[in-house]
C-alpha cells in the first residue's frame, strides 16, 4: 500500500518522531487508514451536531424559564408595591 501522504502529494512527516496528537498521521498511513480516520472525524462531527442542537433545545427552554420567572417576579413586586401603598395610606404615612 502507498502511503497516504505520498498519495496525496504532501510532504511526509518526520521519521521516528512522536505524532503531535490523536489525530497525527505518520508518513506510513496507507490510504485506507487515512479513509478510516475521516470517518472517525465524521462520525464525531455528527455527533457533536447533535449534542449542539441539545444544547440549543435546553438554551431555548431556560430562556423560556427565565422569562417566565422574572415575568412572576415582577407581578409579586407589583402586588407588593401596591400592597405596601395601601398600608401607608390606611395609616395616614
Do not use: C, F, W
Request: net charge positive; hydrophobic share 35%; glycine share 8%.
Amino acid at each position: 500500500p502507498v502511503p497516504a501522504a505520498a498519495a496525496a502529494g504532501e510532504e511526509s512527516a518526520v521519521e521516528g518522531g512522536p505524532p503531535d496528537h490523536s489525530y497525527s498521521l505518520s508518513s506510513g498511513t496507507t490510504s485506507e487508514e487515512l479513509l478510516r480516520k475521516l470517518n472517525e472525524q465524521r462520525d464525531i462531527i455528527a455527533l457533536l451536531e447533535v449534542k449542539m442542537k441539545e444544547m440549543k433545545g435546553s438554551i431555548r427552554r431556560l430562556r423560556l424559564a427565565e422569562a417566565q420567572l422574572r415575568e412572576e417576579i415582577r407581578e409579586k413586586d407589583r402586588l407588593l408595591h401596591a400592597a405596601s401603598a395601601g398600608t401607608r395610606k390606611r395609616h395616614g404615612l
